[in-house]
């Protein structure tokens, strides 16, 4: 069998479970075991009929695009393995980055393994609409209730989604596109010689290295980032009427693209905007009706997830006009410093492009949706954090990267092909070197607090919700508790007003007078107190002590039912 078929057949079996794990879920309120396996087994059925039905031609790897599988497989491999990994006492994940994110992730995961509501309320914000694509998310859950463990199901996950994407990438744009992704970074590199710290490189800069800050980070690439790129594949070869071209079934196009709204939003936009680019674009030469067919085809499922994820389409839109994107006062040399010579040489490859009377199809409409995707998140953003918007700049940036190639650099002679491409990925190489030394680990939990606080949530119901201190850290967070009040920083990033929510906690754990119809107001029935609260409510008189059950007590702290306090006047 061959690499394209593989490919092509892993991401179907993801797509398919996972989707039917979604629907499963929905219908029985929960996930569970006949789900889980019943789903697993439609992927393997469905992944099957991809790879029977999909081919494509053998292309020769160069000993430069050797070597960049080389490089692209150390650094998955030192990403995830170590993406969360017992040291010593405590539990660590290896990038600064994902600390906020990976709890997150393990909250989800390790809810709907305990058979918590699916699709749930908010878990870390009471009252809030639930407005995420957790699609990698539900997929360890599944594999987590089919009885692999979670960390084992994280650094998997991460492995094989790696192993995707270095392929993907390579079918799209050849070893050009590999290097682009593993080595984006325009000149930010300059921070890392000026401080001589390992993650200057990230902070300084907006354009950071998308291996480290996104793909690691983001658990969604590691389906969304092969899967968009494989149908981007397969598309411009049916728009350009190649028939010796990669070849993806019709159905199988459609469990890719029908189900990227559960996975990464962003892509199923720009993927969106692709599709029916296509369409038009293809429809003179009697090239479209395959793109229309997959619209067609994909509307109930895809409406069905966004629906889903954004809460029932009630999900807060953040999209305003700001141009310059993060440029502020820096002008010219934010774009300089950031993308160094990507910007410039894509424009000279854009006039070259449409210059040639010979240029296909494909390439032209693929070269201007990369464009346009980025002049628009140049002059709107698209989320109320602004660095968001490299979520979306990422598909533009990787439409470009083979037309960048074909139609400019490659043209060159050897020695001024190599020098530019020293320019553009040295400071990338810095920033990923960087970014995986052997100097980097960041406590998320101690394992001793985690595994003592999961013995006494053993008594509390899956969905009930705690209220405790807010953070990242928090044991009861991490162990797929939903809380009243999680990562502000996420709040914030999904546009979430939690400024009332953060009132009310504050007046239940400090003790107000009306603490009572505070922990109506944010459903709250049970209540954490351990040093992290002490440290936040150091005035607290905690009057719930008198009328609430003590439900289990440890060196970490007391965890109390207040429901007999609530039903008092």
């Not at 309120?29 to 081919?55: D, K, M, Q, T």
């Not at 017992?86 to 989800?108: F, I, K, R, T, Y």
């Not at 390439?363 to 709107?380: D, E, H, P, S, Y």
């Not at 850290?473 to 009332?500: C, E, I």
Request: proline content about 6%; overall charge positive.
């Amino acid at each position: 069998m061959t690499g394209w078929r593989l490919l092509c057949g892993w991401l179907v079996f993801v797509a398919v479970s996972t989707t039917a794990a979604a629907g499963l879920a929905t219908l029985a309120g929960r996930v569970n075991a006949p789900g889980a396996w019943i789903a697993l087994a439609l992927g393997c059925a469905a992944a099957v009929f991809a790879a029977r039905g999909s081919n494509a031609p053998r292309q020769r790897i160069t000993v430069a695009d050797s070597v960049l599988f080389v490089v692209f497989a150390l650094a998955s491999l030192r990403a995830f393995l170590w993406v969360v990994h017992p040291h010593g006492a405590a539990l660590q994940v290896l990038s600064p980055h994902n600390l906020g994110d990976m709890a997150l992730h393990l909250n989800l995961i390790q809810r709907w393994a305990n058979g918590g509501t699916f699709w749930p309320d908010n878990p870390f914000l009471a009252g809030a609409p639930f407005a995420y694509h957790p699609g990698m998310d539900l997929w360890n859950a599944v594999l987590r209730v089919a009885g692999i463990p979670v960390q084992e199901g994280l650094r998997w996950a991460g492995l094989l989604g790696a192993t995707a994407a270095a392929a993907a990438l390579w079918r799209w744009g050849r070893g050009f596109a590999v290097a682009g992704f593993l080595f984006a970074g325009g000149l930010g590199a300059s921070a890392f010689f000026q401080s001589i710290h390992a993650d200057a490189t990230q902070a300084e800069i907006a354009w950071k290295n998308l291996f480290l800050a996104l793909f690691v980070t983001q658990r969604g690439l590691l389906y969304s980032l092969p899967a968009g790129l494989v149908l981007m594949t397969a598309w411009r070869s049916q728009l350009d009427g190649d028939t010796k071209g990669p070849r993806l079934p019709l159905l199988a196009q459609v469990a890719l693209y029908a189900s990227m709204p559960l996975f990464n939003a962003p892509a199923f936009l720009f993927l969106s905007a692709v599709l029916a680019s296509c369409a038009a674009a293809g429809w003179r030469a009697k090239l479209g009706r395959p793109f229309i067919v997959i619209g067609i085809v994909s509307i109930i499922p895809a409406t069905w997830l966004v629906r889903m994820v954004t809460a029932n389409f009630t999900a807060p839109s953040a999209l305003r006009f700001a141009p310059g994107w993060m440029q502020g006062d820096a002008g010219l040399w934010f774009w300089v410093e950031n993308f160094g010579l990507f910007l410039p040489l894509a424009a000279v490859a854009g006039a070259a492009l449409w210059l040639q009377p010979a240029a296909d199809r494909a390439a032209r409409t693929f070269f201007a949706i990369g464009a346009a995707t980025l002049v628009f998140c140049f002059l709107f953003l698209i989320a109320p954090w602004p660095w968001d918007n490299t979520k979306l700049i990422l598909w533009g940036y990787l439409a470009l990267l083979p037309f960048l190639w074909s139609h400019l650099i490659g043209r060159w002679p050897e020695w001024a092909r190599g020098g530019v491409c020293v320019l553009i990925f040295a400071a990338g190489t810095v920033t990923l070197i960087a970014g995986l030394d052997a100097r980097h680990g960041y406590n998320l939990a101690d394992r001793g607090e985690l595994g003592t606080v999961q013995v006494m949530l053993r008594q509390v119901p899956a969905n009930a919700r705690l209220a405790c201190a807010p953070g990242y850290d928090h044991p009861a967070l991490l162990l797929g508790q939903p809380v009243v009040m999680g990562y502000d920083g996420h709040l914030y990033s999904q546009g979430l007003d939690y400024g009332p929510v953060r009132g009310d906690l504050d007046r239940l754990m400090g003790g107000a007078d009306d603490w009572r119809d505070a922990a109506r107001r944010l459903g709250a029935h049970y209540l954490f107190w351990g040093a992290r609260e002490a440290r936040q409510w150091p005035n607290s008189g905690r009057p719930w002590r008198d009328c609430a059950k003590l439900v289990a007590s440890s060196p970490q702290g007391d965890l109390f039912l207040i429901t007999p306090c609530l039903l008092e006047d």
